[in-house]
């Protein structure tokens, strides 16, 4: 249950992120989705949620891996 617990915790930001990409790919190809009003907001809105869905996984990465002692020495706390 803690393997797929993690790997939920995984995965659903990693479609968020997708949809990032989507919504930058969207506006580069000059296609407007819905919710947004412009296609400038609609490119920053996909930065950002690429952005802090990336930042997310790779903090949870890091964190299990610190746990486990995986990591090098100058990231071990102190």
Known sequence: MGRFLAL?????PGVIAGYGIK??????FQILNSPFSNLTLQFFSGLILFIVCLSFIGGFIF???R???K??????KK
């Open 71 to 76: 990591i090098a020495p100058r990231f071990k």
């Open 67 to 69: 746990k486990n002692g």
């Open 63 to 65: 964190y299990r891996d």
């Open 8 to 12: 939920m915790i995984l995965v659903i």
């Open 23 to 28: 919504l930058m790919r969207d506006t580069i």
